[in-house]
């Protein structure tokens, strides 16, 4: 959040200064406005975005695999719940679950695990220029509910390896 401000400030003054010189070509004012909505859009239009997505966004979780039903199509993954990671935020009023491990073009290189950072930010496109995004259910409110189910396969399936 700290760039995104930084940045649309330095992109508002850039293209003030462009707009009020005389000798500056008018391309350089366009190019300016282009910083400037990707400023805006760094700064609030990303919670937007990641509210809409949010609202047409479907989990569901059977025995055998997790599947996201979203904007950008169906996602699904075949479990092992054991590759998962959990993490409930800390006033326990939501839940994020992230499956498998990394996937994605450049998963493995030096540094590009640290894109998936941006995951459900509302800048999920650094992630998919990175190590892919992850599957993973995010925001979920019913934090007992997925923690229960979870925990009842992760133990049916140990219980079938036996």
Known sequence: MPF????????????????????????????GLLF???GVYGVIGRFFV??????????????????IVGPSGVQQIDLPLSERTAYIHPNRTH???VFGAEVGPTAG????????????????FFAAIGPGSPIAFYDVADVEGLEDALDSFAEGAAADRE
């Open 4 to 31: 995104s401000v930084v940045w649309l400030a330095v992109s508002i003054l850039w293209t003030v200064a462009v707009a009020s010189s005389s000798t500056a070509p008018r391309l350089m004012w366009l190019f």
């Open 36 to 38: 400037v909505a990707f």
């Open 50 to 67: 990641k509210a809409a997505r949010k609202r047409r966004t479907r989990y569901l979780l059977t025995d055998r695999r997790a599947i």
């Open 95 to 97: 839940i994020d679950v």
């Open 109 to 124: 290189l030096p540094g590009m695990a640290s894109l998936r950072t941006y995951a459900n930010t509302g800048l999920d």
